[in-house]
């Protein structure tokens, strides 16, 4: 570990690396990031990979619509193939209420150059063939967005942060963060203590533990995600399939290799890092399965995994900065396809620049002000 570094930052997933190279790349030589895993190990590397700009939050879509467009460049800057399929966002919605909020958020997306429009059942049905059109009213669909490799996001990030001079330490805990008075921090790790101006916490779902230290509320909270693979599925064969999302249910899928990848989010899941795959969701999956897309009940299922969504009390992120303590975290699922934007904020919030948009609502500071900021666009 250096003794010293002009900033740690604290998580080594999407986000973190994100802002190690936008950092680096600025011409911030000293940047120090601090894993206690490997790179990519935690939320990002569980993710479904989906990437989008349709929410209804406008900073959302700002934050969405600006890390489109940098995966789309992402072969060139930083210079890492991501597999990117830009094959769509299809949300299936079978309530009245949905239907006039999504017309809503439609606007709102068109009103920012997102492409986004509102189908009938039929349209939403000829763009995901699998999809059982029973009960619903409509769909909203936009084509720029799809889903991408989040491993290979992180590590073409991480390629280039280092290229740049990055620093990065893996297999490294975060134990205390001491301010020493003279507007420094020195972070104490199981590998020896560095000291530095500034630290940014891109610690995902261990995030409030990380604001402890420092005396900032973080008020995210783990919740298990599980999803699964099916086997090969023929008929899928040189389709286009959208992320296909039926939004009363959260159920959804998107192609993987020869197959799907397809989970459902479970209400009755409870706080905790909890990484095991638990039977308790099946029946509620299947249920939903058998009424949204009930072919797939026939294709067998290859394998799966667990992972964790990093969860606030909106749903919304945490972006802000208390004195020199940064802090990127509690995107609620929408920390991968936030990326690449939260990395050029979070660099130019360190660098006392302007950020290309206010994020100043995000700040941890808005629930002690009754101001949360609730996003309906969430699986």
């Not at 990031?33 to 700002?62: H, P, W």
């Not at 630290?199 to 604001?211: D, F, N």
């Not at 397809?262 to 409870?270: L, R």
């Not at 009940?297 to 749903?315: C, F, M, Q």
């Amino acid at each position: 570990m250096p003794s010293q570094a002009e900033v740690v930052v604290i998580g080594g997933g999407v986000i973190g690396t994100s802002v190690a190279f936008h950092l680096a790349e600025a011409g911030v030589r000293d940047v120090v990031v601090v894993e206690k895993d490997e790179l990519g190990s935690g939320s990002t590397c569980k993710a479904a990979g989906g990437v989008r700009a349709q929410f209804s939050d406008e900073l959302n879509i700002r934050l969405g619509a600006r890390s489109l467009e940098a995966f789309q460049r992402f072969p060139q800057r930083p210079g890492q193939e991501i597999d990117l399929h830009q094959v769509g966002y299809l949300f299936l919605l079978s309530s009245r209420d949905h239907v006039t909020a999504f017309e809503r958020n439609v606007d709102l997306q068109n009103s920012l150059g997102v492409p986004s429009q509102m189908l009938t059942v039929e349209e939403a049905r000829r763009l995901s063939p699998l999809v059982e059109a029973d009960g619903l009213l409509a769909a909203a669909f936009s084509p720029d967005d799809g889903h991408c490799t989040p491993e290979s996001v992180v590590l073409g990030y991480a390629t280039a942060a280092r290229r740049f001079g990055a620093r990065f330490r893996t297999r490294t805990t975060v134990r205390s963060i001491v301010g020493t008075g003279s507007d420094t921090f020195r972070v104490e790790t199981d590998r020896g203590a560095v000291s530095t101006p500034a630290v940014v916490c891109a610690a995902g779902a261990w995030s409030r533990e990380i604001g402890e230290m420092v005396g900032v509320d973080l008020p995210v909270s783990p919740f298990r995600r599980q999803v699964m693979f099916t086997g090969p599925m023929p008929e899928l064969h040189d389709r286009v399939t959208p992320f296909t999302i039926d939004f009363g249910s959260t159920f959804y899928f998107h192609r993987e290799g020869r197959g799907l990848l397809f989970g459902m989010s479970d209400p009755d899941e409870t706080p905790g890092f909890k990484l095991d795959m638990s039977d308790a969701w099946l029946p509620r999956l299947t249920e939903a399965i058998a009424r949204r897309a009930p072919r797939l009940l026939d294709v067998g299922v290859r394998n799966g995994w667990a992972g964790l969504y990093e969860v606030t009390p909106d749903h919304n992120a945490l972006i802000g900065s208390a004195g020199r303590f940064f802090y990127a975290t509690g995107f609620s699922g929408h920390g991968f396809l936030q990326g690449p934007a939260v990395g050029e904020v979070v660099r130019d919030l360190v660098l006392g620049r302007e950020p290309f948009v206010d994020v100043s609502a995000l700040d941890a500071s808005r629930f002690a002000a009754g101001q949360a900021r609730p996003e309906l666009n969430r699986v």
